[in-house]
């Protein structure tokens, strides 16, 4: 199976992995057929995307497409990021593995419901 470079990259020195304090959101998605399980954390200000970490227990390319997809959300509107797509994802990385595309899937689902999150405590406060 041939990654690209830009998987490569991502997968060796992933980009906002950790979590944040206190954060505004959470977005959590597993994958039951392979066991993988990702967390999405973020801090939301102005309507933007401020602050964006994860934590994942996943395969390389379930690594790649989280670390991506934060540097594709940072700074988005929450409408801009609940617009990302796991296409929009494997494009970033110039592509995925057929047996892989799969592993898209968790990064921008978990986005979704970090915002989601984020927008249903804000309701529940006013
Ligand atoms: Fe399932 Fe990568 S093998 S997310």
Redesign the pocket.
């Known amino acids: 199976m041939m990654y690209s470079e830009k998987v490569l990259e991502h997968f060796l020195n992933p980009k906002n992995l950790g979590y944040i304090l206190e954060p505004d959101g959470v977005g959590k998605m597993g994958?039951p057929?392979?066991g993988?399980y990702l967390h999405i954390y973020i801090k939301v200000k102005d309507n933007r995307i401020a602050d964006i970490k994860f934590e994942i227990l996943?395969?390389p390319?379930?690594i790649a497409t989280s670390s991506v997809l934060t540097e594709l959300a940072e700074g988005k509107t929450l409408d801009e990021a609940l617009k990302i797509t796991d296409d929009d994802v494997v494009k970033a990385l110039g592509g995925l593995p057929d047996p892989?595309v799969?592993?898209s899937n968790?990064g921008a689902e978990a986005l979704h419901r970090a915002v989601e999150d984020y927008l249903d405590k804000v309701k529940f406060k006013k």
């Open positions: 994958d057929s392979c993988d996943g395969c390319a379930a892989k799969h592993c968790l």
